[in-house]
């Protein structure tokens, strides 16, 4: 663990660490033999980075199911405030592709800045997220998008460093030291929670071998 | 002559052997699984095979408890049997991974299992949408899938 830590440290930029791992022998489709082998621990390239492709939006998504939003138009101010609230995020939270961002009033959840449809690559923010900060309600809501574009091998190594196990396609874990005390209902908000509190508060309040993890997912720890 | 013969029967039994093995190892974990699920094992059939599990979790409120068993380079998590507090097998839940992950395909579990049905269910209950990717095979067979179609586990009930 401590040389797989090593090189977990070395990952160039644009690249994330991937434990070690046994590979059974398998027939390519096209019959090709492959033997058994040990894959080292190693750094891939991410599986999803696309330059991000903002579009500002003011009627309701589609779908939407949180039908209480009230949805407003976006002054040219805000638009500039979140652009460049983005623009401070790590660039493997920014570059998502396309991502389609509404205006609404209130969300009908207490206490809530921001929404998120992530696997359609929505973010709602509400009034309440300029006095909240921009950047944290975004590198929040841009942590579920992006953990919806992780392969199930990324993700595997997140639920490994961070202690969530499946049973039936539920997930739970056996941690106690949350970030945030929602994030114990799910690894999404697990995640989200943590990616936030590394961004803005350098991971004061994160797990330590988990802020680590996601320093590295996130190419902090090379970025220049 | 015989000694030809000897020797090439030699050849063949020894071909033949590998052969199989390869056919093992390719298929062992579906091997595994076919055998675990038709012959219903019990908490300790289950650890006589594959020995101490990485971890127990133990659900109190519905007296069951969970044996993980992680695969054992990248300590990702590879097995969780749910165990009845008589001891009794009650649901088998398997996660593929790099190494086997083309054996767990929706093609793969469809030509396997029968009936099998994409659904997408919604949860609204958070402040961000959560959807479930399923593959719906009958009663007792089932698989989790991710957003482009990745087979991340699969749950057969006993």
């Not at chain 2, 961000?128 to 089932?142: A, V």
């Amino acid at each position: 663990m401590m040389s797989s830590w090593a090189l977990a440290d070395q990952c160039p930029s644009g690249q994330y660490f991937v434990s070690a791992y046994s590979r059974d022998s398998y027939y390519r489709q096209d019959g090709t033999f492959v033997k058994a082998t040990n894959v080292d621990a190693h750094c891939r390239t991410y599986n999803f980075s696309s330059p991000l492709k903002l579009k500002f939006e003011d009627q309701m998504p589609q779908g939407w199911p949180y039908q209480l939003d009230l949805f407003k138009k976006w002054t040219t101010i805000e638009k500039r405030d979140v652009k460049k609230a983005l623009d401070s995020l790590p660039k493997r939270l920014r570059d998502l592709g396309e991502i389609k961002i509404y205006r609404a009033v209130k969300s009908s959840f207490p206490n809530n800045h921001a929404s998120s449809g992530p696997d359609d690559s929505v973010i709602v923010l509400y009034d309440s997220a300029k006095k909240f900060g921009y950047k944290q309600a975004l590198a929040h809501e841009m942590s579920h998008v992006l953990f919806s574009k992780l392969s199930a091998d990324e993700k595997e190594e997140y639920y490994s460093f961070s202690d969530w196990k499946q049973n039936r396609g539920s997930f739970y874990t056996k941690r106690n030291d949350f970030s945030e005390s929602d994030g114990s209902l799910f690894p999404e908000e697990d995640f989200a929670n943590n990616v936030e509190h590394v961004v803005i508060k350098n991971g004061s309040s994160v797990n330590r071998r988990i802020s680590d993890y996601l320093k590295l997912l996130l190419g902090l720890k090379n970025e220049k | 002559m015989r000694n030809k013969i000897k020797i090439l029967f030699v050849f063949l039994l020894t071909a033949s052997c590998t052969h199989e093995k390869i056919n093992d190892n390719t298929q062992s974990e579906w091997g595994l699984i076919n055998k675990i699920e038709s012959e219903k094992w019990n908490e300790g059939k289950i650890i006589s095979w594959l020995g101490a599990p990485n971890d127990i979790h133990e659900n109190e409120k519905q007296n069951l408890k969970y044996l993980i068993y992680d695969y054992p380079k990248s300590n990702h998590q590879k097995w969780s049997f749910e165990i009845s507090n008589k001891g009794e097998l009650r649901n088998i839940t398997f996660l593929p991974n790099s190494s086997n992950r083309n054996d767990f395909s929706s093609e793969q579990l469809s030509s396997k299992w029968t009936g099998c049905v994409k659904q997408k269910s919604t949860d609204n209950s958070q402040h961000f949408i959560r959807y479930t990717y399923s593959l719906e095979c009958g009663e007792k067979h089932k698989a989790y899938m991710n957003k482009i179609g990745e087979v991340t586990s699969i749950s057969i009930e006993i």
